[in-house]
Nanobody
Framework: VQLQAFGGGLVQAGGSLRLSCAAS????????MGWYRQAPGKQRELVAD???????NYAHYVKGRFTISRDSAMKTVYLQMNSLKPEDTAVYFC????????WGKGTQVTVSS
């Protein structure tokens, strides 16, 4: 499984960004797709994930501001990020779970105050 993320960038606080992640390769059997982030000097942390059945799970620090969605084939997962805060600044990584975790290269999100 290969994952490629798109959509990072620089935005002012209060603004919005939409990330997308395209899965390719042997994608059948992917059960969960999601987004993690890692800020400088911090550990990678879950932002949100979504199951094949459509159940979404959010970290408390993004709940109400971010929305995760996916297409029915689990080929693409999206992360709509609204009301962005400077503390959301991080490298965002796409993740897919199919027996093991697969990771894409990160995309930088920078929120200026």
């Amino acid at each position: 499984v290969q994952l490629q993320a798109f959509g990072g960038g620089l935005v002012q606080a209060g603004g919005s960004l939409r990330l997308s992640c395209a899965a390719s390769g042997s994608i059948s059997g992917i059960n969960v797709m999601g987004w993690y982030r890692q800020a400088p000097g911090k550990q990678r942390e879950l932002v949100a994930d979504i199951s094949r059945g459509g159940t979404a799970n959010y970290a408390h620090y993004v709940k109400g501001r971010f929305t995760i969605s996916r297409d029915s084939a689990m080929k693409t997962v999206y992360l709509q990020m609204n009301s962005l805060k400077p503390e959301d600044t991080a490298v965002y990584f796409c993740n897919a779970v199919k027996l093991i975790s697969y990771w894409g290269k990160g995309t930088q999100v920078t929120v200026s105050s």
